[in-house]
């Protein structure tokens, strides 16, 4: 049994926007056996647009019922049925949006005729619900209303039912209903070739372009949660829509996993990726220094070709931000951070937060051991280093290389052909840019992960 449903709102985005009418029809796998429609109060005003796309105006709307008033019906109405829609992520997420106010959890299966028509009517010029209607000769009347969309949806559907009865046929729309949460563009068969392993994957629109990137240590179980959430703004759902394809890269490494991502990122600026983006470049640092007293310091500066950077941040407001959650971490003295300009103690000083290096007050070891444990939370603790760690397959090993505390890329190495010298292992590194980003991976991957081996460069001296 199939509940075909078609849904009129006041825009695109179901976390904001309102139905203003919904159709229902009962399909029994041979006819249409029972219906139900009514126009619903949005409770706001329906923008103009809507209005002369749709022909529904607030006057229409203003004693309709309102969605509480209506839930029950739908609720009875689709129990236990396929619910069935044309692009069903769009109705459904308004309806689950709807009911999600009201505290309710609606849940029903689901099956997309726009999915469903491409694989069983191929080669259409397009799969718009317009579209195929005209191809097909199926009746649309009243375009965009929900009644005459979900009529034309339910000819549609019945068509490709009554297609082919053969069990391949049976089971692909038995295979539709349980793949319900894949973007149209993409195939159940796509998403169980995909890798159980680490890496990096893409995914592009149908004229190729990489929308996203991102990465996971289970490709193929990290996209199926992409797939299952429920999207519900108009930026979410279009993404999910424009979906056509997934590529990926496999890396063997979580670390190398995260530093391509993060460089694919800031390479491509894929549009649905909101973090990241920002360019490789960087314009001001972090510096540290030791005062005529022995005190180190730290300070923000810009950053020049010559200098070198404990750690790079974008523009200056947020490389003081940055100084500024280090000296609350770790009870620094504003003055040795270059907050304080003028003499006297510091502002932290009389609110107890400063232990009196500004005055000379606290002994220079213990200061300068807490500047250093602040310096070792965003700074690499080596200057010259190797990480060692899994490859892409049994034979090979991964290989990252920061050098003079920065980074310069990472490469893949088979230990019976490779030499075990830093050189040997320095050859098969591919360079990347440093940044920020980077630098923030490599750190927090140093201090969690104990697997890895770490080789510095000056002794080629390996530490577990």
């Not at 009243?142 to 009529?151: Q, S, V």
């Not at 003079?404 to 075990?420: A, D, H, M």
Request: a positive charge.
């Amino acid at each position: 049994m199939y509940a075909v449903v078609d849904i009129e709102t006041t825009g695109s985005r179901p976390g904001d926007d309102r139905i203003t009418e919904i159709a229902i029809l009962i399909h029994d796998g041979e006819k249409v056996i029972r219906t139900f429609t009514s126009l619903i109060n949005p409770e706001r005003s329906i923008p103009f647009q809507i209005s002369q796309l749709t022909g529904i105006t607030d006057e229409m709307v203003r004693e309709a019922p309102r969605f509480p008033e209506v839930a029950r019906q739908i609720v009875e109405f689709t129990g236990g049925m396929v619910f069935v829609a044309h692009n069903v992520r769009f109705d459904y997420s308004f309806l689950k949006a709807e009911f999600g106010s009201l505290g309710y959890n609606y849940s029903r299966k689901t099956l997309c005729t726009v999915r469903l028509s491409r694989k069983l009517i191929p080669g259409l010029p397009s799969y718009s619900l317009g579209k195929l209607c005209e191809s097909l000769k199926i009746p649309l009347k009243n375009r965009h209303r929900a009644f005459g969309d979900a009529e034309a949806t339910a000819i549609l559907l019945d068509r490709m039912l009554k297609l082919d009865q053969s069990p391949e046929i049976v089971h692909y729309i038995e295979g539709e209903i349980k793949a319900q949460t894949l973007p149209p563009r993409i195939t159940r068969d796509q998403v169980l070739a995909l890798p159980e392993s680490i890496g990096v994957y893409y995914f592009l629109d149908e004229r190729g372009q990489i929308i996203y990137v991102g990465k996971s240590v289970n490709i193929r179980s990290r996209i199926i949660q992409h797939f299952a959430m429920d999207y519900k703004s108009r930026k979410s759902i279009e993404f999910k829509e424009r979906i056509a394809d997934i590529s990926f890269e496999l890396t063997g490494s979580e670390l190398v996993a995260l530093l391509l991502e993060s460089d694919e990122i800031k390479r491509l600026k894929p549009p649905y990726n909101t973090a990241q983006k920002r360019s490789g470049g960087a314009f001001w640092g972090l510096y540290e220094d030791v005062d005529k007293s022995g005190y180190v310091t730290l300070r923000a500066d810009r950053v020049t070709g010559n200098s070198e950077p404990l750690t790079t941040l974008e523009n200056f407001q947020k490389a003081q931000n940055f100084l500024y959650r280090k000296i609350e971490q770790f009870g620094l003295c504003l003055q040795k951070c270059g907050l304080h300009k003028t003499g006297g103690p510091c502002f932290n000083f009389h609110i107890r937060k400063c232990s009196g290096a500004c005055l000379g007050k606290e002994s220079v070891t213990d200061y300068n051991q807490r500047a250093g444990q602040a310096i070792q939370s965003f700074s690499f603790s080596e200057e010259n280093f190797l990480i060692i760690g899994p490859g892409r397959n049994k034979d090979e090993k991964s290989v990252v290389c920061v050098e003079s505390g920065i980074y310069k890329g990472f490469g893949y190495f088979e230990p019976e052909s490779v030499g075990n010298q830093v050189a040997d292992l320095r050859s098969c590194v591919k360079y990347y840019a440093h940044n920020r980003d980077i630098q923030k991976i490599i750190c927090g991957h140093l201090r969690k992960n104990q697997k890895d081996r770490l080789v510095r460069y000056e002794t080629g001296e390996v530490m577990q």
